[in-house]
């Protein structure tokens, strides 16, 4: 449990800002090419937008739910969940 609590605090941030980069590229690569893959692309980048900003939401409410899951309360000094998770 403690490491899906560090996945959601230290792996999901890089992920989502990895996905907000490909999408940005996806949109801008699409409107170079005609109508068809120009439509393509901008679905493309909207489901990778999506999936960034869910990665985002986990990985600020994912903590506090793997905590309150796990029964402990509270945040430690450093302010995260996942020191307090027990395993």
Do not use: H
């Not at 403690?2 to 996945?7: D, E, H, N, S, V």
């Not at 309360?73 to 020191?83: E, H, P, Q, V």
């Amino acid at each position: 449990m403690k490491q899906i609590c560090y996945l959601f605090e230290g792996l999901l941030p890089i992920l989502a800002f990895v996905l907000f980069i490909l999408a940005g590229v996806a949109y801008a690569v699409g409107n170079f090419f005609g109508a068809e893959m120009r439509a393509k692309a901008i679905g493309y980048a909207m489901n990778m937008l999506t999936g960034a900003i869910i990665g985002l939401i986990l990985s600020i409410i994912g903590p506090s739910l793997l905590s309150a899951l796990s029964g402990t309360t509270g945040l430690t000094a450093a302010g995260t969940g996942c020191a307090r998770i027990i395993v």
